[in-house]
Structures are given as C-alpha cells and as structure tokens.
C-alpha cells in the first residue's frame, strides 16, 4: 500500500491543514471545552500535551500498512482554527480503509462546519483511491451521527467500544 500524506484540503468556507505541533497552542483553547468530550470520554488537553501528540502523530505510524493522516480545520472568513478532523488509513488486502473522525470546538458547532470538513475528509480519500471509509459514532450522540450522514456514512449493525460502525464503500 503506498503511503498517505495529509495535504492542505479546501471547501467553501474551510481549509484543512496538514496538523503541526505549531497548532497545539490555539487548538488548546479551540478544544478546552469539558463537553466535546461527554460521548468519547477523557478531559481536554493543555497545550504542552497536545503539542506531544501532534508529534507523535507527526513521526507516524509505527505499522507500514498505516498512514495516520491528521488536519487542524481552519474557518477562513474567521482565520482561525476551529477543530481537527482525522483518517486512519489501512490497507485491507483490497484497498484502503479509512477510519475518520471530527472535533469542532463547541463555539462553532452547529454552523455545519462538521459536515462540511467531514465532506472534504472523505472527499480527498476518494480521490486517493480509499473505497472503504469508517467512522464510530455513540448512538445518543446524534450531531455526530449528522456529520456521518453529510459525508456519505450509513449506520451498520456492527458495534466498537459502544460506539456504532457508520460506513460508507465504494466500486
């Protein structure tokens, strides 16, 4: 499989820039909010820890068969960064699987930010020949469940950590 590099990805109102240790700061206050994380769990991270992450995310990872591809999601008419979106790609014999995901600030939310930078997510891994493209959503979180929809996701029966499996394939 080859390997997956996040690239700079533009919507209407949206720039999707490749995630750098440099947006660790802002995205610290974007995301500070307690509530972003009543569906997933965990508490919101300072700076210096997302700065961590960010390079981790960065070197890759450790599995040749896995790109992690990460974006922090920026709203032009405001210039700022409002939240990240992410892919998980994997090779699964066939072609590639994306896992996908979103996080946009609660000041932004509900302004189909969400959609609109999941749409480009799965946009771009098209175009990059992914077929396969996942997302795991809490059944009671229902704006996640919206974004799964706006990008082209289905709910299956199948079910991950009490999450479910939305799913989108292709050809």
Sequence with gaps: MSTFEAETVRTERLTLLPL?????????????????????????????????????????????????????????????????VQATVTSDGGGAVAEIAWTVGTRWQRRGIASEAARGLVGWLRGRGVRTV????????????????????APTDRWQDGEVRWESVTG
Aim: hydrophobic share 45%; with cysteine; glycine share 8%.
């Design 20 to 84: 750098r240790p440099e947006h660790a700061e802002e995205l610290a206050a974007v995301l500070a909010d307690p509530a972003l994380h009543a569906f997933t769990g965990g508490a919101p991270e300072d700076a210096e820890l997302l700065r961590a992450r960010y390079e981790r995310w960065a070197a890759g990872a450790p599995e040749p068969s896995v790109s992690w591809c990460n974006w922090a999601v920026r709203l032009r008419d405001e210039e700022c960064l409002v939240g990240t």
């Design 134 to 153: 996942v997302a795991h959503v809490h059944p009671e979180h229902a704006a996640s469940g919206a974004v799964a929809a706006a990008a082209g996701l």
